[in-house]
């Protein structure tokens, strides 16, 4: 059964730091896509960030809101692909999503269950 569960969600100060992780059991090696996504309180969810690939060769894509303070990795040995959210602002404010899928394009097959990441002072 393949499962996909986040963690290192919580309360953070403006301007400060959080890392989320994602680990997907069952299959999760052979996902080759693996992204975040997160939805505000009466907002849409939106894509955040996305790595594709394994191994030596990857790519990363963001969203322009997070472009330079956030960081999406993977580790493929533990099944583990992250998100370092630095410089946190209060838009940044949302339940984050973990999401994987086996192909390239297409929909994701699998989502985790959420995070809830709040920045407030």
């Known amino acids: 059964q393949v499962q996909l569960v986040e963690s290192g969600g919580g309360l953070v100060q403006p301007g400060g730091s959080l890392r989320l992780a994602c680990l997907a059991s069952g299959i999760g090696s052979s996902f080759t896509v693996m992204g975040w996504y997160r939805q505000a309180p009466g907002k849409e969810r939106e894509l955040v960030a996305t790595i594709t690939g394994a191994g030596s060769v990857r790519s990363a894509y963001y969203a322009d809101s997070v472009k330079g303070r956030f960081t999406i990795s993977r580790d493929g040995a533990k099944n583990t692909v992250y998100l370092q959210m630095n410089s946190v602002k209060p838009e940044d404010t949302a339940v984050y999503y973990c999401?994987?899928?086996?192909?390239?394009?297409?929909?994701?097959?699998?989502w985790g269950q959420g995070t809830q990441v709040a920045v407030s002072s």
């Open positions: 999401a994987a899928r086996l192909l390239y394009q297409g929909p994701y097959d699998y």
